[in-house]
Structures are given as C-alpha cells and as structure tokens.
C-alpha cells in the first residue's frame, strides 16, 4: 500500500481492517514514505495508457 506520503493515515488504517477481517499480516506490504517520497528518490513509476 502507498499512503500519499508519511502524514496520510489511509494506509494504516486500511491495514488495521484488512488485518480485523483475517487477511494474513505477512501478505501486506507497506510504503510509508509515500509516493512523493519514491518520486523523489528517481525510482520507477509507470503511468497507466490512456485510451
């Protein structure tokens, strides 16, 4: 999960559901940094094709 940067709380809070309802906490993945923060390090993004 990406969060819009480390002041977004949508992330943590969709966890704490996922992991209420019995998803397995070892399948989540989350970027705390943001997409901001990947952004700024130059690391990769795609941008979907309009069509």
């Not at 559901?17 to 397995?24: A, S, T, V, W």
């Not at 923060?37 to 130059?42: A, F, I, R, S, T």
């Amino acid at each position: 999960m990406f969060c819009n940067g480390s002041w977004c709380g949508q992330s943590p809070t969709n966890i704490k559901d996922l992991l209420k309802i019995g998803y397995p906490a070892h399948k989540i993945f989350w970027y705390r940094g943001g997409m901001q923060d990947w952004e700024n390090l130059e690391l990769t993004t795609v941008k979907p094709q309009s069509e």
